[in-house]
Structure formats: structure tokens, C-alpha cells
């Protein structure tokens, strides 16, 4: 039996070269009063590897349900290589799922629990069951485990022949909902690793959620950070993290210092300082005291009207006993011993900020940052 599979390749995104492999185009979601998914539009591209993360109840369930066909959205478009796949059932959408609770059948060996993923469909280019099991467990590391029980496997294991069992038939997606939250850290580690792998090599577009933004960094060619049923930002780890759009991701998404200030003057940094910044400066004061900040590339800011509230952010990394801007006399309120660095909790005027120290620090501190490790989130 071979399994109806929709066209592939058949819709262009219009941000990448890559055909569009999914796309969500206005999708809401709601569960009687409760608003799931708020008109979502997003496209993952062929061959990638798109993570979905965000808070509890934020959506990310329901958006790969969606996808899966598990749900049907309330309104709006679900399309699968181009084709309309809105009314088509899961078993036809040609999708692999793999759970956070890995619902392997314990009376199940390992090598059936595998070629269950085969029942609605023939391994794909003509190789027997047996092949394709063994094929299946060699790609996720576990050659010749096929007569073992799934109790004689760590958590790790099990999860990885979860991950065997749904690509058993070829699927040409897979989605993963939080398939690492029952593992612990270590474990996790090294499971997103072989995860980014077998995704690397077997080219298959995946749809990953995670409530774990580190996790998300970490394995994603591209990421969105939902909140509340909508997608805040979408993009590389790299720019999520450097730049990102809002307030809320700026919090979210790694360690961060967010400041709210008005805006009390700016000026035009010279091209030709040598400094890197050859956009605009703005400077903002902060309960009295005034910070540059560069605007390069941040959101339009035109005119960037004194008086403007003004959101802006500094990641720790970017705080710097030896700047030579920026800087405030802070008081240490805490310390945390990572190994590689050490995070330091302090008061400034009433807020909690957060530095990365080499060493431990206490008492009262002098920092600063340079305006270009700075990025404004909100200005209004
Ligand atoms: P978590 O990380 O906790 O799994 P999530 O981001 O995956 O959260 P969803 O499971 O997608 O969030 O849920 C989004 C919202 O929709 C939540 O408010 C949730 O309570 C609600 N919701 C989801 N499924 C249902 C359902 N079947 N019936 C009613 N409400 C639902």
C-alpha cells in the first residue's frame, strides 16, 4: 500500500531561495473563548530545520496539531509543497510526529515498534521491512537493537527510536513536539545534536517545538517566538538574539537588560570615527541618568522625536567594567557560578540587571556599555 502523497516543491517563498515546504497563511484557532492561534501566517522553507518556542499556552502545540491535521484550523489556510491540505486527514498529509511522551508499545521490540511506522504504508525505494528497520535504527544510532524491549533503553533511546518509527515510511516533514522535555540536561544536549544530524542528513524539512529558547538557539536554521496565539518574530537564532523586535523577545530569548527612557537628544555618529557606527545615536535618560544608544538598523525611528519613549536593550556580554560610555554605579545583590562564567545579579536605581563576569564580584560596581551593544526594541 503507498501512501497518496501531496506534489512537493510547488510554492516559492518569497523570503528565500527554497521552495515553501509548509505554510500557514491567516490561521486562527479557538477553543470556545479561548483564542488558540491569532491569525498566523508563516512559511517554512524546504529542507529546513523551524522551531516554534515560546511560553506555556503561547500556541506551539496547536500550530504543529495544524499542521499535523490533527486540528482543523477556525479560520485561514494550511498548505503542504503548495497544495491546500486544510480538509486533508492526517494519514494523508505524508507527515512524521513525534511526541514529547515517546508512546513507544512496551510489548513491542524495538525493531516493531519501528516498522510500526510502516502499517499505512511500503518502505520507501523498494526495501523490505526488515531493511528499513535496520537502516532506520543505524541513523539514529542504535544498530542491532531491533529485539530489544523498550524498557532496556534510557529515555534518550526511546525517543530516539520514536524519532526512527515516524520517518520509517519517508515522510517529507517532521514534527516534533517537545521531544526532549522528559530527559534531563545532559541528555537533552546530547539528544539535539543527533536530532540536528539525522535532520542535516537526511535534508527532511522539521517542524520543532520547544518552550526551551537555549534548545531553540541551539538546533533551528530558523525560529519563531510566539506569544499569546502570535508569532512575535521570526528569524535566524543569530538575528533573534542580536536584534530582536520586541520587548518580549528581547526578554525571552537569552539573558537581557531592558531599559524604558525618554528621549532626550540625538545626533548623527560620524562615518568616518572608526567605531563601527555610522548611523544614528540617540540619547536616552533613564531616572537621570543619560545613555547613548546607536540606532543602526533598528526599528524606523523617523523623526526620532525628543521626548519619545524609548525601550532599549543590553544584553549582559555587552556590560563592561572598562567602557568607556554608558557607565553607572551598580550594587551586587547576587552571584551565580556557571563554570565558563560567572552571572552577576545587580541593583541599579531600583532594577534588577544581569552581567557575565569572568570572576566574582560584590559590593558597589562601576559598568558601562558601548552604545553600539545597545538595540532599541520599542520607541513610541
Ligand atoms: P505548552 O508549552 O504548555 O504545551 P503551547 O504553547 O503548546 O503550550 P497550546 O497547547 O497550543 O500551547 O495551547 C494554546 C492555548 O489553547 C492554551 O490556552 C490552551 O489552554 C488552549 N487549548 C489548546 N488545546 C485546547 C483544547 N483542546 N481545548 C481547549 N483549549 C485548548
Not at 512559511?43 to 518556542?53: D, Y
Not at 496565539?229 to 523577545?249: I, K, M, N, S
Amino acid at each position: 500500500m503507498t501512501r497518496e502523497r501531496t506534489p512537493r516543491g510547488s510554492g516559492k517563498n518569497p523570503e528565500g531561495n527554497a521552495p515553501t515546504a509548509v505554510e500557514l497563511d491567516g490561521v486562527t484557532r479557538t477553543y470556545g473563548e479561548t483564542v488558540a492561534l491569532r491569525d498566523v501566517s508563516l512559511s517554512v522553507r524546504e529542507g529546513e530545520f523551524f522551531t516554534l518556542v515560546g511560553p506555556s499556552g503561547c500556541g506551539k502545540t496547536t500550530t504543529l496539531r495544524l499542521i499535523a491535521g490533527f486540528e482543523s484550523p477556525t479560520a485561514g489556510t494550511i498548505r503542504i509543497g503548495g497544495a491546500d491540505v486544510t480538509g486533508v486527514p492526517p494519514e494523508s498529509r505524508n507527515i512524521g510526529v513525534v511526541f514529547q511522551n515517546y508512546a513507544l508499545f512496551p510489548h513491542m521490540t524495538v525493531g516493531e515498534n519501528v516498522g510500526y511506522g510502516l502499517r499505512f504504508a511500503d518502505p520507501p525505494d523498494g526495501k523490505s521491512r526488515g531493511e528499513r528497520v535496520a537502516e532506520l535504527l543505524e541513523l539514529v544510532d542504535l544498530p542491532g537493537l531491533q529485539n530489544r524491549k523498550p524498557e532496556s533503553l534510557s529515555g534518550g533511546q526511546q525517543q530516539r527510536v520514536a524519532i526512527a518509527r515516524a520517518l520509517a515510511p519517508g515522510p517529507e516533514l517532521l514534527l516534533l513536539d517537545e521531544p526532549m522535555s522528559a530527559l534531563d540536561a545532559r541528555l537533552r544536549e546530547r539528544l539535539r545534536l543527533q536530532v540536528k544530524r539525522i535532520q542535516t542528513e537526511l535534508g527532511i524539512t522539521t517542524v520543532y517545538v520547544t518552550h526551551d529558547q537555549e534548545e531553540a538557539l541551539s538546533i533551528s536554521d530558523r525560529m519563531a517566538v510566539m506569544q499569546d496565539g502570535r508569532l512575535e518574530q521570526v528569524g535566524e537564532p543569530r538575528a533573534v538574539y542580536r536584534r530582536p523586535d520586541t520587548r518580549f523577545v528581547a526578554e525571552f530569548v537569552g539573558d537581557n537588560n531592558v531599559f524604558v527612557g525618554e528621549v532626550v537628544g540625538e545626533a548623527v555618529a560620524d562615518p568616518g570615527d572608526g567605531a563601527g557606527s555610522t548611523g544614528a545615536q540617540l540619547d536616552v535618560d533613564v531616572d537621570g541618568t543619560r545613555f547613548s544608544i546607536a540606532t543602526d538598523g533598528d526599528p524606523a525611528i523617523d523623526p526620532p522625536a525628543t521626548g519619545s519613549r524609548a525601550v532599549f536593550c543590553v544584553r549582559p556580554e555587552a556590560m563592561e567594567p572598562n567602557a568607556a560610555e554608558n557607565r553607572f554605579d551598580a550594587r551586587v545583590t547576587g552571584t551565580e557560578f556557571l563554570g565558563e562564567t560567572t552571572r552577576i545579579h545587580l541593583e541599579w536605581r531600583g532594577r534588577e540587571l544581569l552581567l557575565r563576569t569572568a570572576e566574582p564580584l560584590s559590593g558597589d560596581v562601576t559598568f558601562g556599555f558601548d552604545p553600539d551593544g545597545a538595540h532599541l526594541v520599542e520607541i513610541d
